[in-house]
């Protein structure tokens, strides 16, 4: 393959994706060392980890609409540098309710990055399913380094040191962002931007019957992961019994199946067809997370890992299918409001997870997700069965 620009603009967005992933997902593997030092519940933390993940969610829409008016480069680098300041404030929370409020912050910068970078790309590449998917391999390449590096951390030094680690990486990935990446024209420069957040055309995209559909798919297949994201290391040391270092070390193992599955769905996505994609994603995600629960030793977790390694990278087959939809002028406030509408809603499973475990125990909250994913799999099945077009 001969290098083109067009490829470095996917490895360095693919690196800042990196960087607004690493910093949320080196909160996980602390959580325990965290609920000990502010003797907080599994709620309150999965309380302010679904407040970050809304905030992430949340930004997404506002993050196409300064995309259209002022291009995608600058939206970008505020992501990526907005980033590392907030791992650093995060650190220095002097309490839960601070926590909190640092996490949703946090959240709300990242989330700039994700819309704004698949609209870039959608500018360039045909294979969209492709690219999307070595961009969204940022995040799984994240989960291999972030767990492992934030529990040695976390273990030797504390919480605080290990969730601003994402500073390391984020300050030198926005330097080489800035340096290497062109300005992009804007879609609509002069367009006022209050226009874009007129109510009446946001429902009647959001009401399409094929938005529709996609939306609840990704709702439900978004809430799962962000309960397994968010709570997988702490399932595995108070369920299955692991140390923090083994439990990050499994969590990186987890995020290197998805590294590879989110390329491969993107691709077979291109090639067979998105619902195909989707639906063998999520079916193997809900065997695998049910796995955890209910194959014991260390072959559940593998094939726990394994199946729902696969299953939560299920983005990048669902984010071309939105795209498909989408006109061309539609992308940029569009995707990001589709973007927004199922990430929001999907911020409720790290809280939904952990209201479960306090309640019924891991073993149940594990269970649940694992049927949320077979019932997003058999709306899939439906609509091919009945052929309802959707």
């Given at each position: 393959m001969n290098w083109r620009y067009r490829h470095t603009v996917l490895t360095l967005c693919m690196l800042a994706?990196?960087?607004?992933y690493f910093a949320r997902l080196a909160i996980s593997p602390v959580v325990p060392l965290i609920v000990e030092d502010f003797a907080a519940s599994n709620t309150a933390i999965g309380l302010a980890l679904s407040g970050m993940w809304f905030a992430y969610g949340f930004s997404q829409f506002p993050s196409g609409v300064l995309a259209d008016r002022f291009g995608e480069r600058p939206v970008i680098l505020a992501a990526v540098s907005g980033t590392a300041v907030m791992s650093v404030v995060l650190a220095f929370a002097p309490g839960l309710v601070a926590f909190g409020l640092a996490a949703i912050l946090l959240?709300?910068?990242?989330?700039?990055?994700?819309?704004?970078?698949?609209?870039l790309l959608s500018r360039t590449f045909e294979d969209l399913g492709t690219a999307i998917g070595i961009h969204s391999a940022g995040?799984?390449?994240?989960?291999?380094?972030?767990?492992i590096a934030a529990a040695w951390v976390g273990t030797r030094y504390g919480w605080r040191p290990a969730v601003a680690l994402a500073a390391v990486v984020g300050v030198p990935s926005a330097a080489v962002f800035y340096w290497r990446v062109r300005p992009t024209e804007p879609r609509r420069p002069d367009?006022?931007?209050?226009?874009?957040?007129?109510?009446?055309p946001l429902f009647e995209l959001l009401s399409r019957p094929?938005?529709?559909?996609?939306?609840?798919?990704?709702?439900?297949?978004?809430y799962v992961a962000q309960g397994i994201l968010s709570f997988l290391p702490t399932f595995l040391v108070s369920f299955r019994g692991y140390s923090t270092a083994a439990a990050g070390t499994a969590f990186s193992a987890f995020f290197l199946v998805?590294?590879?599955?989110?390329?491969?769905?993107?691709?077979?996505?291109?090639?067979?067809?998105?619902?195909?994609a989707i639906g063998g994603a999520l079916l193997a995600g809900g065997i695998g997370t049910s796995a955890f629960v209910l194959v014991p030793g260390l072959f559940g977790v593998a094939v726990g890992i394994v199946l729902a390694g696969v299953g939560t990278s299920f983005f990048s087959a669902m984010d071309p299918r939105f795209m498909d939809a989408l006109g061309d002028a539609e992308r940029g406030a569009g995707f990001g409001l589709?973007?927004?509408?199922?990430t929001v809603v999907g911020s409720a499973g790290s809280l939904g997870a952990g209201v479960i475990a306090d309640t019924f125990g891991w073993g149940v909250s594990f269970l649940v997700l694992g049927?949320?994913?077979?019932?997003?799999?058999?709306?899939?099945?439906?609509n091919e069965l009945f052929g309802l077009g959707y």
């Open positions: 994706f990196f960087v607004t959240g709300l910068v990242a989330g700039l990055h994700y819309a704004v970078a698949t609209t995040g799984p390449l994240a989960g291999l380094t972030a767990p367009q006022p931007m209050r226009e874009r957040v007129r109510l009446e094929s938005i529709l559909f996609s939306l609840a798919l990704a709702m439900t297949g978004t998805r590294a590879g599955a989110q390329i491969g769905i993107g691709r077979v996505s291109d090639d067979v067809g998105r619902d195909v589709v973007r927004t509408a199922y049927g949320l994913f077979t019932l997003a799999v058999s709306a899939i099945a439906v």
